[in-house]
């Protein structure tokens, strides 16, 4: 299989958007669960939770001393001026603070040992079927009264259109460093919503990535669509202590709303994408955005980060 994926020429694109004037929405195509009980630490109910709504969350898989390790290395990572000079590192468009710091586990060997943590992994493994390797990776700082919104969203989206993703064969994992309550500005999701995909209207222009990171306007679905998966499916907000962990479908719509509390808010992201599903050209047409952003070279089984 991975010698078709790597030709672009045979795969077709079956979840074209910002190509078409207005916006629709289809069904999905691909499978959301593609292992078995058999196969990792789920039961079947939880898979089948999984399923019906495309998320899971766990108020703690992790011990103390871990929690504490990544705390003391997210500080630490925020703290350097040269992480934040650095391209890895996004800032907020208008107080200038740390945004965002991607591919974390590969300058970080305390985040490398994160996203090759069993717990996770074999969690992830299961849901899609086989080996996976980190597709992304980075840390959501979300600083108390200034934090901005992540605006309503399916990663799939851009990740198929602009790095080439081809199929919805991948899970994120937000784990909580902070406190997540419903005040900071905590991650909302629309279970179910991954049983539709919601296409986009605008054509994408080169390097979008460079603005899309601060303020995404582009690949974000219509307030029409949007109304109408919130009224079929509802919006939840996982929130719990640091150490909180929420699994979700690549193609679950969320977002959140800005931090104006003085209770900062961060989290570190782990995309795991299935080693059956690597990725080709990007279906817009475009050069595929940065390493840093979408692997494309390395494909370590997370497994075996460490």
């Not at 979840?15 to 959301?32: E, F, H």
């Not at 899970?171 to 905590?186: A, D, E, K, Q």
């Not at 460079?210 to 303020?215: N, P, T």
Request: charged share 20%; aromatic share 8%; net charge negative.
């Amino acid at each position: 299989m991975d010698s078709v994926l790597e030709n672009p020429a045979v795969i077709p694109d079956r979840y074209p958007s910002r190509v078409a004037d207005k916006p629709a929405v289809t069904r999905r195509i691909d499978p959301v669960v593609y292992g078995k009980a058999v196969d990792g630490p789920l039961d079947q109910t939880t898979l089948d939770h999984y399923e019906e709504n495309g998320l899971l969350h766990f108020e703690s898989l992790f011990d103390a001393d871990d929690l504490q390790n990544w705390v003391d290395e997210l500080n630490r990572l925020r703290g350097s001026a040269t992480v934040k000079a650095s391209p890895e590192a996004i800032v907020e468009p208008e107080s200038q603070e740390l945004r965002s710091i991607f591919a974390v586990h590969q300058s970080s060997g305390i985040m490398q040992r994160l996203a090759a943590h069993p717990k996770i992994v074999h969690i992830v493994e299961q849901l899609l079927g086989g080996p996976v390797y980190v597709h992304q990776s980075r840390i959501n700082y979300k600083g108390g009264f200034r934090g901005k919104e992540f605006y309503w969203h399916s990663d799939f989206e851009t990740w198929h259109v602009e790095d080439g993703l081809p199929a919805m064969r991948t899970v994120s994992c937000s784990i909580s460093l902070t406190p997540n309550t419903p005040h900071n500005g905590p991650l909302m999701l629309i279970p179910g919503s991954h049983h539709r995909f919601v296409s986009c209207v605008g054509q994408t222009p080169e390097n979008h990535y460079k603005e899309s990171l601060r303020r995404q306007e582009l690949g974000v679905p219509d307030e029409d669509s949007l109304t109408k998966l919130v009224h079929d499916f509802g919006i939840v907000a996982p929130t719990g202590p640091a150490g909180s962990v929420t699994f979700f479908d690549c193609n679950t719509m969320h977002g959140s709303s800005s931090n104006i509390t003085p209770m900062a808010r961060s989290n570190i992201f782990i995309v795991y994408n299935s080693l059956q599903n690597k990725p080709v050209a990007p279906f817009c047409g475009l050069a595929p955005r940065p390493n840093f952003i979408a692997e494309r070279e390395d494909f370590t089984p997370a497994s075996k980060l460490v």
